[in-house]
């Protein structure tokens, strides 16, 4: 596609369901991140993709957070056991790459999900 | 210590005139990059302009420019002639550990954002 697409755009569930959460980057894109954004927390960092690997995972906040990728496509981030301080808007980010040549690539953004835990 | 600070939650313009949005950056690594984003109501990211640590010019694009001084550490946001549509939320981010041994992971920590609102 053009864009990052990332869905589904809302969700809301109730406090210990789990969620899945979609990213579909932009075609070749081998970079693939995660965003939290929070009123408390500002835009924080959770987990980066080199194609299907996660060298970077320190910004997941906890054990329940988990992510994956496939094909070198298609990210989900599944939350377990969702808490109310879950609630936030994810955003995915791509960027062609990483490597030295390519520094000042920038990443792009999705237009998030906004979770809502009640 | 913060990495970037953005020290205005908050900022007015009139319309066809120029604002700065200010950021300051933290970093011991010689080889970073400053990006700006901006953030409408509508929620989207999108990327204004980038300067690296070792680019001798400041970046220009567009009606964006970026005021860079590096021994001050700070990469400041300048618009010119500013439209009504420039109304948003405004994030200075940082990617740290470029051409460092090894390969820079390219995360990207963000300021607390501005919030600039253009007065016609």
């Known amino acids: 596609g053009a864009g990052v697409s990332q869905s589904p755009s809302n969700k809301v569930t109730e406090k210990g369901k789990d969620v899945e959460l979609r990213c579909d980057p932009i075609s070749g894109h081998t970079a693939l991140y995660w965003y939290r954004q929070s009123l408390g927390q500002g835009l924080e960092f959770l987990i980066y993709?080199?194609?299907?690997?996660?060298?970077?995972k320190s910004g997941l906040p906890s054990d329940r957070f988990s992510a994956e990728r496939t094909g070198g496509s298609v990210s989900t981030l599944t939350i377990q056991r969702t808490q109310q301080e879950d609630s936030a808007v994810y955003l995915c980010?791509?960027?062609?790459?990483?490597?030295?040549?390519?520094?000042?690539?920038?990443?792009?953004f999705g237009d998030g999900t906004r979770l809502s835990i009640l | 210590a913060q990495k970037i600070t953005q020290t205005q939650p908050g900022m007015f313009v009139q319309e066809k005139e120029a604002v700065t949005l200010d950021c300051t950056y933290d970093?011991?690594?010689?080889?970073?990059?400053l990006f700006w984003y901006k953030q409408p109501s509508s929620g989207e990211m999108i990327f204004l302009i980038y300067?690296?640590?070792?680019?001798?010019q400041n970046a220009t694009e567009g009606r964006y420019s970026l005021n860079f001084q590096k021994a001050r550490k700070s990469a400041n946001l300048v618009i010119s002639a500013s439209q009504l549509g420039d109304s948003a939320m405004y994030f200075c981010a940082m990617r740290e550990g470029l051409w460092a041994g090894g390969t820079s992971y390219g995360k990207l920590t963000f300021g607390q954002g501005t919030i600039l609102t253009v007065h016609p």
């Open positions: 980010a791509s960027s062609r790459s990483t490597a030295t040549a390519d520094s000042n690539q920038p990443q792009h």
């Open positions: 300067q690296g640590s070792y680019d001798e």
């Open positions: 993709f080199q194609g299907n690997s996660a060298p970077d």
């Open positions: 970093t011991s690594d010689q080889s970073y990059g």
